[in-house]
Nanobody
Framework: QVQLVESGGGLVQPGGSLRLSCAASGSIFSSDVMGWFRQAPGKERESVALITGGGSSNYASSVKGRFTISRDNAKNTVYLQMNSLKPEDTAVYYC?????????????WGQGTQVTVSS
């Protein structure tokens, strides 16, 4: 079984920075794609950033140039460095891992961490 535990959320002023961490336990493989989604009140969950085991990444256009995703395969941990935060970045941020187990696609999710950008 896989467990994803996020940390690092909180309240920050516009223009500030936060670093989210997601520690994975269980059967996480370096071939799994890991990443971050977010969900704001009244909105659908959206992809923020994804990273492969080899380090290739992609970002939502709304965060490109401000957020950086990274991954430490030895520690089974993925990070999201968020700079120049805006009020519209306020959301619950979820860590995810996507892979294949015994020929079937699986998706794992963390419990989420709240990020609030407000003055």
């Amino acid at each position: 079984q896989v467990q994803l535990v996020e940390s690092g959320g909180g309240l920050v002023q516009p223009g500030g920075s936060l670093r989210l961490s997601c520690a994975a336990s269980g059967s996480i493989f370096s071939s799994d794609v890991m990443g971050w989604f977010r969900q704001a009140p009244g909105k659908e969950r959206e992809s923020v950033a994804l990273i492969t085991g080899g380090g290739s990444s992609n970002y939502a256009s709304s965060v490109k140039g401000r957020f950086t995703i990274s991954r430490d395969n030895a520690k089974n941990t993925v990070y999201l460095q968020m700079n120049s935060l805006k009020p519209e970045d306020t959301a619950v941020y979820y860590c995810t891992a996507h892979g294949v187990r015994s020929g079937e696609v699986v998706d794992y999710w963390g419990q989420g961490t709240q990020v609030t950008v407000s003055s």
